[in-house]
């Protein structure tokens, strides 16, 4: 097994750094240098670690960075839908939540690292295949939409398709919006007001 001597001079085994460490190094780095210029081996100084234990988790700097996100938008869908409003559902609750979302990852540095720097890491997710993320939004949404159909807020229909529907459309918002809008870092007035028409958007679509 592949050791390594921590900060108190004992062995530590390499499959028990934390994972946090080094996404927060990665996190560090993006901001700093880019994704394009990151390589393992700047990663694995950053963190403390060696290639060999980056190499056991990631095969690439983009599954690296494929986790980070993961990790930060998780964040911020639990966020947007804590538990409480995934049972106590009312058509409100669900347009404040989507809203929040799309508007949290729009403004996050990390997103707007990427789309400067890297846009590219983007276009698998949007054109070729569906991504962690993806799965857990859509079943966030359907989830809180579910409810929301039996409290008798949202109208009938399949929740997995309204979940569908409701995700483009904020997609669009969170990715697209801040070109209209001119906004490169996806705040102002202008993205204020495009929030405001989403809310409205969405409200009107899913009422009975």
Do not use: C
């Not at 056991?56 to 804590?82: D, H, M, N």
């Amino acid at each position: 097994m592949s050791q390594r001597i921590n900060s108190t001079g004992e062995l530590k085994a390499a499959n028990a750094i934390p994972e946090e460490q080094i996404l927060d190094a990665a996190y560090r780095l993006l901001l700093t240098i880019g994704p394009q210029r990151m390589t393992m081996a700047d990663l694995a100084r950053q963190a403390g670690v060696s290639r060999a234990t980056l190499y056991r988790r990631w095969g690439s700097v983009r599954e690296v960075l494929a986790t980070l996100t993961i990790r930060a938008w998780t964040e911020l869908a639990e966020g947007a839908f804590p538990p409480d409003a995934r049972t106590e559902v009312t058509r409100a609750r669900i347009v404040d939540g989507v809203v929040t979302l799309a508007r949290g990852i729009r403004t996050h540095e990390l997103l707007r690292a990427i789309i400067a720097m890297d846009p590219e890491f983007l276009t698998p997710y949007l054109l070729q295949r569906r991504g962690t993320n993806t799965d857990h939004q859509l079943a966030l949404l359907e989830l809180a939409l579910t409810a929301g159909i039996a409290d008798g807020s949202v109208r009938e229909e399949d929740p997995a398709l309204l979940a569908h529907a409701v995700l483009l459309t904020a997609w669009s918002f969170t990715l697209t919006g801040p070109v209209l809008a001119g906004s490169a870092d996806g705040t102002g007035p202008e993205l204020d007001r495009l929030d405001a028409e989403l809310r409205l958007l969405l409200d009107r679509y899913l009422a009975p």
